[in-house]
């Protein structure tokens, strides 16, 4: 899947030098930072906000956006029931959480920053049976959109953060009426960044060749055949801006240096 799109972008550079190129996998955020530090690794794409943290660790720098699935931006919100009491993301203190999966974007990451950037101090629990520590928000797993929607309907958790989309979808046949407690900042879907290793000639010669893939039939069936990619385009200055208003989040979640 993701090789032919390396070998493709290796033969528009092949002015550069560049013989051939290779597909980097990484188990962690944290190693794929070390690898891009390391100059193991010149380019990465992947979430926006992934990527975000990313930068923090390594110095990286973003670069373009990627259309993955026809999808350009995305945003996530928290869920409670309409009859619930809470009406700020602080009133969840001392109550359980149901997210998607720890490396999903619009399932964990921005709702989790969102509640990090309102105060809340996080807790991973065992399971529903685990009552979370005083003041604390507890928070579980659901593994899938559908799942997290019951539970809060049931009353076996407070709130779900999810995709925007999932809910609007999920809510049409709802159990119970639902209401969004927080909606996320709107952000890129994906996002291409580079090492500041990277030579500034051939970072821009890059940007370049993606920027025009989907002009040609090479191109397109090329990124068609990367998971559906669609096209590269800039960086939306307002959904950039977006992004970088989670640094506190990441900062406070993660440790990363926001200054």
Do not use: C
């Not at 931006?73 to 009491?85: E, G, N, T």
């Not at 101090?121 to 507890?138: E, F, N, S, T, W």
């Not at 779900?160 to 709107?186: C, M, N």
């Amino acid at each position: 899947m993701f090789q032919p799109f390396v070998d493709y972008l290796a033969d528009k550079l092949s002015s550069y030098g560049i013989q051939r190129g290779e597909v980097a996998v990484a188990d962690s955020v944290d190693r794929m930072a070390s690898m891009i530090r390391e100059k193991e690794v010149d380019l990465l794409i992947d979430s926006s906000v992934t990527a975000l943290l990313v930068n923090e660790l390594a110095g990286s720098k973003f670069l373009l956006r990627r259309w993955k699935d026809g999808q350009d931006a995305y945003r996530s919100v928290v869920v409670v029931r309409q009859d619930s009491r809470f009406n700020f993301l602080s009133d969840l203190a001392g109550e359980t959480v149901a997210f998607e999966e720890d490396f999903s974007t619009s399932g964990f990451m921005l709702p989790v920053l969102g509640m990090a950037s309102s105060g809340l101090r996080l807790v991973p629990l065992d399971g529903l049976a685990q009552a979370p520590p005083p003041g604390a928000v507890g928070y579980v797993m659901g593994y899938d959109s559908e799942t997290q929607m019951t539970w809060v309907e049931r009353n076996q958790v407070a709130a779900a953060g999810l995709a925007e989309s999932d809910f609007k979808q999920l809510s049409k046949s709802a159990l119970v009426p639902l209401r969004i407690l927080y909606t996320s900042p709107v952000v890129p879907y994906h996002v291409v960044v580079y090492g500041k290793h990277l030579d500034h000639g051939l970072a821009s010669r890059i940007r370049a060749i993606l920027l025009n893939a989907h002009d040609s039939r090479e191109g397109a069936d090329t990124l068609d055949g990367f998971d559906q990619t669609t096209m590269f385009d800039e960086i939306p200055a307002d959904l950039l801006r977006n992004v970088m208003t989670l640094r506190p989040g990441l900062a406070r979640l993660w440790g990363v240096d926001n200054e």
